[in-house]
């Protein structure tokens, strides 16, 4: 049974930092692009960052380049998001998400693009 399974949210204030982990299992990830996505109560789904097979090309929306990263760790089998500079507006249920199609720099922003979920999870910010 493939997995993906986050960690590592929480309460944080206004600047403050979060490291987010996804741990996959049941499939090799390192073969996947693999990304992150986020849902705030009443808004859609929406695409945070992104990390191409091989590790080496990532993509990062407007809202969260400069302060958001993603890595990963292909021994471990797992994906981070390291956020810096924490704001209000990022609060939000997030979840990490493999692509196992081809690229298609058309569709990587894309929900229905990614093909295995985790279950979420929540990060609030304070002001």
């Known amino acids: 049974q493939v997995q993906l399974v986050e960690s590592g949210g929480g309460l944080v204030q206004a600047g403050g930092s979060l490291r987010l982990s996804c741990a996959g299992s049941g499939r090799t990830f390192s073969s996947d692009a693999m990304g992150w996505f986020r849902q705030a109560p009443g808004k859609e789904r929406e695409f945070v960052a992104r990390?191409?097979?091989?590790?080496?090309?990532?993509y990062y929306a407007d809202s969260v380049k400069g302060r958001f990263t993603i890595s990963r760790d292909n021994a471990a089998n797992t994906v981070y998001l390291q956020m810096n500079s924490l704001k209000p507006e990022d609060t939000a249920v997030y979840y990490c998400?493999?692509?196992?199609?081809?690229?298609?720099?058309?569709?990587?922003?894309?929900?229905?693009?990614?093909?295995?979920w985790g279950q979420g999870t929540q990060v609030t910010v304070s002001s």
């Open positions: 990390m191409n097979r091989g590790g080496g090309i990532t």
């Open positions: 998400a493999a692509d196992l199609s081809p690229w298609n720099p058309y569709r990587y922003r894309i929900v229905n693009e990614y093909d295995y």
